[in-house]
């Protein structure tokens, strides 16, 4: 349904930098080396297909069939509509590395599906192609089913459709069922996703034409949100129409995909701002040089009151002959019971796992916001063992704030 890249997306676990965390999902699988994540809330959707199919498509299409059976396709259906965003997916993806671009996993969620990509295409045709193979899929396969259903319900099927819808639906198998089922839906999702606006495909097929046209990546980054935000608004409007109508669940569905397209549309535009932002930035350029520092030999009583309460540094470095040894912060300090700080050293209580806490000034600024989202603490920027300047989320929302246009 809709593919990013990953700036300021990649959580991770503050005892384990690099490791997903729990939060993103169940671990499916993996598929041509990407992972592949089923989030929570896919449960409500999946359940609520299901109930539809059981409870009012397949009893009008099969009053004869049994309730085991109809759950058995319901089911059947539910599971194979996720394979076919699955697809939809793996389709944005595989064509994403033809041209250099990663993706680091495949996340099927609420809302559908979403392919997160290490970063976005460099140039229009590249953001074409990948943005325009997925809804292509979903319409083959749209197709493919449609066709296989027709076969498998017989060469007089078309005519008996047209005579009598209710005696050629009842006439289908439940395989046959459940193509037909799959095939209008997957055309209508492929049809779906191609609405001219962020974060929906068809959105980045807008923007990779205008981008094509003016050269203007941001220009067609904006005009494409505009219509993402205005489509997300009159799905919004015509749900809550729908609900005054009467079609309460309905309407609420529709209006909360609408506010779902809207923010997400916006947050797109803000991360392609931040990540133009960001180009050809390094650590270094975004660090505090000026900091205090501290000797593994002072206790923690006094750290507390000359230096802790006396300064809005949130992070410590201890230094032994000017080379890192330690960094301290609040949370070792509250592990020190307040008697036992006249008696509790620093180099007692430091952190010593520096590789969590440090990195290197040449670091990518966007790989830096990565790893202050991912632990929410100050990192020390160290070179050679010596450290050369601190970086926190304050730090790097002031220098946003001052840079942003």
């Not at 729990?22 to 359940?47: E, H, K, P, Q, T």
């Not at 220009?219 to 919004?236: D, K, Q, V």
């Not at 947050?267 to 900091?291: E, H, I, N, P, W």
Request: charged content about 20%; glycine content about 8%.
């Amino acid at each position: 349904m809709r593919w990013r890249h990953s700036l300021n997306d990649d959580r991770r676990a503050q005892a384990g930098r690099g490791q997903p965390l729990s939060a993103r999902g169940l671990r499916l699988c993996s598929l041509f080396g990407i992972d592949i994540y089923l989030d929570s809330s896919l449960i409500i959707i999946f359940v609520l297909i299901v109930y539809m199919l059981s409870s009012a498509v397949f009893p009008d299409w099969h009053p004869d069939w049994d309730a085991s059976t109809t759950w058995l396709v319901a089911i059947a259906a539910g599971v194979l509509f996720f394979a076919s965003l699955l697809a939809h997916e793996l389709a944005h993806s595989l064509m994403s590395r033809r041209f250099g671009v990663e993706v680091k996993r495949i996340t099927l969620f609420l809302f559908g599906g979403m392919a997160e990509m290490e970063d976005e295409p460099r140039e229009p045709r590249a953001e074409f192609l990948v943005a325009i193979v997925g809804p292509v899929t979903s319409l083959a396969l749209g197709v493919l089913f449609l066709v296989t259903g027709t076969s498998m319900a017989g060469a007089d099927f078309a005519e008996l459709l047209d005579r009598d819808r209710e005696a050629a639906l009842a006439s289908l198998t439940p395989l046959a069922t459940l193509f037909f089922w799959l095939g209008p839906v997957n055309i209508v999702l492929g049809i779906f996703n191609m609405v001219p606006g962020f974060p929906l495909d068809g959105g980045r097929v807008l923007r990779a034409m205008v981008w094509w046209l003016t050269g203007d990546l941001q220009r067609a980054t904006r005009l494409a949100t505009e219509a993402g935000r205005m489509f997300g608004w009159f799905m919004i409007i015509m749900g809550v129409m729908q609900a005054i109508s009467g079609l309460v669940l309905q309407g609420l569905w529709l209006a909360l995909i609408g506010w779902f397209l809207s923010n997400t549309a916006s947050a797109s535009y803000r991360s392609l701002v931040l990540r133009d932002l960001l180009q050809g930035l390094k650590a270094r350029d975004l660090m505090r040089s000026r900091f205090g520092t501290v000797s593994a030999q002072m206790r923690v009583e006094d750290f507390v009151e000359n230096h802790l309460m006396q300064s809005p540094q949130l992070l410590w470095p201890v230094l032994e002959e000017e080379q890192l040894i330690g960094l301290v912060t609040l949370e070792e300090v509250r592990k020190v019971p307040a008697g036992d700080r006249d008696v509790t050293t620093l180099g007692q209580v430091m952190r010593t796992d520096l590789g969590a806490l440090t990195l290197a000034p040449e670091t990518d600024a966007r790989r830096t916001f990565e790893l202050l989202a991912a632990g929410g603490i100050p990192l020390a920027v160290v070179e050679g063992g010596r450290v050369v300047g601190l970086l926190s989320g304050a730090d790097a929302a002031k220098w946003l704030v001052l840079h942003q246009r």
